[in-house]
C-alpha cells in the first residue's frame, strides 16, 4: 500500500514535470514523453494490470493538468501501459530495467503510444497521420528512448552496486 | 456465477484494458473539437457502411411495422386530397362569383342560400341578405351560371327569391345571336319555355337566350338558359322553343342581389302611361 502511494505521489510529480518542465527540453517542437518511461517502468515492475491501471491513470492525470483534449493520453497511455506489460517478468525486473532492454521496451511502446496519440489528434486537423507519425511520433519515440538512457543506467548502477 | 468470476480473473488484464479503453473513449467523446468531430463523422460512415451492407436481409417486424406507417400516411394523404380538392371547387366557385362581380357595374350584394324548394310549383329560395341589408321586393338574383329569379318578400335579415322554376315567373328575354325576343316562362317540368316567338323567326338549338332591355325589373344580357328544342306546330302562329336554364339550381349555394337595376325615371313613366290609357 505504502508502495503505491509512493508511486501516486512521484506519478503526480511526473505530471507536473511532464506539464511544466519538460517543453524546456523542446528540440524542433519534440519534447520526450517521460510519462511513457514512468508508464514502463510501472509495468515492468508491477505487472500488465497494475501498466494498464497506472496507464490510465497517468494519461488521466496529465489530460486534466493540460485540459487540452481529455481521454487522448488515458487512451494512449492504457494501451502503452498493457503493451509494456507484456515484457514483465518478476524474476528479471532489475536485469530488464538496467539493461538496452528497457530502451527496446520504451521504443516500442512509445511508439504505439504516439500512433494512437497522432491517429486520433490528426482527425479533421488537416494533417497527414502517416505525415505525423514519421515526423513527430517517431522523433518523439527516439528522443522519450534517449532520456530512457538516464533511469537505465541508474537502475544499472544499482543493480551492479 | 463463479465460473464467471473465474474467466474474468484468469483475463483480467484484458477486461481491464477494454473497461479502460472505453472509459477514455466515452471521455474523447465528451470532448467538442475538430478532431472528435471527425471520428463521429468517420464512424457513422462506417456504420452506415454496415447498415446499408446488412439492409438487404429483410427485417420483418421492421416491414411490418413500416407498412402499418405507410398505410396510415395514405389514409392522411387521401383526406388531404380531398380536402383540397373540395377547397379547389371552393375556389373555382368563388372566383366565379367575383368576376361576376366586376362584370356588372349594378350594385351586387352577395349572399348565401340558406333554404331552397324545388319540387313545387312555386319554387323559392331564402337567403341571407334581408331589409337591412337593402333588399327590396323584385330586385333580381343571379349567380355565376345566370337569372336564378328575383326577391318576392323581404324581412330584417332574410328574403325569399322567386326562382325561374316557379309557375308565377315570367320575364322578356331574347336571342343573343339574332335578337329575336320572347317571353321565357316555366313550363312546370325539366326546361323553361321562350314564347311569343313567330314560326318567321330565326332561333336554333344551342342559341343562347338572355334578359332582354324590355323588362323593368331584370337588368339586360343576363344568361337564362340554352335553346335546346325548337319545334314548329301545324296551326300554330308561335315556335315552341325549350329552354334548358343555365343555373343549376340543385347545386346553388351562393348568390347576388342585383341592388340597383331599375331606372325609377322609367318606371314612373310607363306607370303614367298605363294611367293614361
Given at each position: 500500500?505504502?508502495?503505491?502511494?509512493?508511486?501516486?505521489?512521484?506519478?503526480?510529480?511526473?505530471?507536473?514535470?511532464?506539464?511544466?518542465?519538460?517543453?524546456?527540453?523542446?528540440?524542433?517542437?519534440?519534447?520526450?514523453?517521460?510519462?511513457?518511461?514512468?508508464?514502463?517502468?510501472?509495468?515492468?515492475?508491477?505487472?500488465?494490470?497494475?501498466?494498464?491501471?497506472?496507464?490510465?491513470?497517468?494519461?488521466?492525470?496529465?489530460?486534466?493538468?493540460?485540459?487540452?483534449?481529455?481521454?487522448?493520453?488515458?487512451?494512449?497511455?492504457?494501451?502503452?501501459?498493457?503493451?509494456?506489460?507484456?515484457?514483465?517478468?518478476?524474476?528479471?525486473?532489475?536485469?530488464?530495467?538496467?539493461?538496452?532492454?528497457?530502451?527496446?521496451?520504451?521504443?516500442?511502446?512509445?511508439?504505439?503510444?504516439?500512433?494512437?496519440?497522432?491517429?486520433?489528434?490528426?482527425?479533421?486537423?488537416?494533417?497527414?497521420?502517416?505525415?505525423?507519425?514519421?515526423?513527430?511520433?517517431?522523433?518523439?519515440?527516439?528522443?522519450?528512448?534517449?532520456?530512457?538512457?538516464?533511469?537505465?543506467?541508474?537502475?544499472?548502477?544499482?543493480?551492479?552496486? | 456465477?463463479?465460473?464467471?468470476?473465474?474467466?474474468?480473473?484468469?483475463?483480467?488484464?484484458?477486461?481491464?484494458?477494454?473497461?479502460?479503453?472505453?472509459?477514455?473513449?466515452?471521455?474523447?467523446?465528451?470532448?467538442?473539437?475538430?478532431?472528435?468531430?471527425?471520428?463521429?463523422?468517420?464512424?457513422?460512415?462506417?456504420?452506415?457502411?454496415?447498415?446499408?451492407?446488412?439492409?438487404?436481409?429483410?427485417?420483418?417486424?421492421?416491414?411490418?411495422?413500416?407498412?402499418?406507417?405507410?398505410?396510415?400516411?395514405?389514409?392522411?394523404?387521401?383526406?388531404?386530397?380531398?380536402?383540397?380538392?373540395?377547397?379547389?371547387?371552393?375556389?373555382?366557385?368563388?372566383?366565379?362569383?367575383?368576376?361576376?362581380?366586376?362584370?356588372?357595374?349594378?350594385?351586387?350584394?352577395?349572399?348565401?342560400?340558406?333554404?331552397?324548394?324545388?319540387?313545387?310549383?312555386?319554387?323559392?329560395?331564402?337567403?341571407?341578405?334581408?331589409?337591412?341589408?337593402?333588399?327590396?321586393?323584385?330586385?333580381?338574383?343571379?349567380?355565376?351560371?345566370?337569372?336564378?329569379?328575383?326577391?318576392?318578400?323581404?324581412?330584417?335579415?332574410?328574403?325569399?327569391?322567386?326562382?325561374?322554376?316557379?309557375?308565377?315567373?315570367?320575364?322578356?328575354?331574347?336571342?343573343?345571336?339574332?335578337?329575336?325576343?320572347?317571353?321565357?316562362?316555366?313550363?312546370?317540368?325539366?326546361?323553361?319555355?321562350?314564347?311569343?316567338?313567330?314560326k318567321?323567326?330565326?332561333v336554333?338549338p344551342?342559341?343562347?337566350?338572355?334578359?332582354?332591355?324590355?323588362?323593368?325589373?331584370?337588368?339586360?344580357?343576363?344568361?337564362?338558359?340554352?335553346?335546346?328544342k325548337v319545334t314548329e306546330k301545324p296551326?300554330n302562329?308561335f315556335k315552341e322553343i325549350e329552354?334548358?336554364?343555365?343555373?343549376?339550381?340543385?347545386?346553388?349555394?351562393?348568390?347576388?342581389?342585383?341592388?340597383?337595376?331599375?331606372?325609377?325615371?322609367?318606371?314612373?313613366?310607363?306607370?303614367?302611361?298605363?294611367?293614361?290609357?
Open positions: 500500500m505504502t508502495r503505491q502511494i509512493k508511486f501516486f505521489l512521484l506519478s503526480v510529480l511526473f505530471v507536473l514535470i511532464q506539464s511544466q518542465i519538460m517543453r524546456l527540453l523542446t528540440l524542433e517542437g519534440i519534447t520526450p514523453d517521460i510519462l511513457t518511461i514512468w508508464v514502463v517502468y510501472l509495468a515492468l515492475r508491477e505487472g500488465q494490470l497494475a501498466g494498464t491501471l497506472w496507464g490510465f491513470s497517468l494519461g488521466l492525470m496529465f489530460d486534466l493538468v493540460t485540459g487540452s483534449f481529455i481521454g487522448l493520453s488515458a487512451l494512449s497511455k492504457t494501451v502503452a501501459g498493457f503493451v509494456a506489460g507484456y515484457f514483465f517478468n518478476e524474476n528479471k525486473t532489475a536485469l530488464t530495467l538496467g539493461s538496452y532492454r528497457f530502451i527496446v521496451i520504451v521504443l516500442i511502446t512509445s511508439l504505439i503510444h504516439n500512433t494512437i496519440y497522432f491517429f486520433v489528434f490528426t482527425q479533421g486537423s488537416g494533417i497527414g497521420l502517416l505525415a505525423a507519425i514519421f515526423q513527430v511520433g517517431l522523433a518523439t519515440t527516439f528522443y522519450t528512448a534517449t532520456i530512457t538512457l538516464l533511469p537505465m543506467f541508474a537502475f544499472s548502477r544499482r543493480r551492479s552496486v | 456465477m463463479q465460473r464467471f468470476l473465474n474467466i474474468l480473473a484468469l483475463f483480467k488484464e484484458y477486461v481491464a484494458l477494454v473497461l479502460l479503453v472505453i472509459i477514455s473513449l466515452i471521455l474523447l467523446g465528451a470532448n467538442d473539437n475538430v478532431q472528435v468531430r471527425a471520428i463521429r463523422s468517420s464512424t457513422i460512415g462506417v456504420v452506415g457502411f454496415f447498415q446499408r451492407a446488412l439492409a438487404v436481409i429483410p427485417n420483418v417486424f421492421e416491414l411490418k411495422k413500416e407498412n402499418e406507417i405507410l398505410r396510415q400516411l395514405n389514409v392522411n394523404l387521401s383526406d388531404e386530397v380531398n380536402r383540397l380538392r373540395e377547397a379547389r371547387l371552393e375556389n373555382i366557385r368563388l372566383r366565379n362569383l367575383l368576376g361576376l362581380r366586376e362584370q356588372h357595374p349594378l350594385g351586387l350584394l352577395a349572399g348565401d342560400v340558406v333554404g331552397k324548394s324545388l319540387h313545387l310549383l312555386r319554387n323559392t329560395i331564402t337567403v341571407n341578405l334581408g331589409e337591412s341589408d337593402g333588399v327590396k321586393a323584385d330586385m333580381p338574383i343571379i349567380s355565376e351560371g345566370g337569372l336564378v329569379g328575383r326577391i318576392l318578400l323581404s324581412s330584417r335579415h332574410y328574403a325569399i327569391g322567386q326562382l325561374v322554376l316557379n309557375k308565377d315567373f315570367r320575364a322578356s328575354a331574347k336571342i343573343q345571336r339574332s335578337r329575336v325576343d320572347g317571353i321565357i316562362a316555366w313550363d312546370g317540368e325539366d326546361f323553361l319555355r321562350l314564347n311569343n316567338v313567330a318567321t323567326q330565326d336554333r344551342g342559341d343562347v337566350v338572355m334578359t332582354s332591355e324590355y323588362s323593368n325589373i331584370y337588368p339586360p344580357n343576363i344568361e337564362i338558359g340554352i335553346v335546346t296551326g302562329l329552354v334548358s336554364p343555365s343555373v343549376d339550381f340543385s347545386s346553388l349555394e351562393q348568390i347576388f342581389v342585383v341592388t340597383a337595376s331599375s331606372d325609377t325615371e322609367r318606371d314612373d313613366l310607363e306607370r303614367k302611361a298605363v294611367r293614361t290609357r
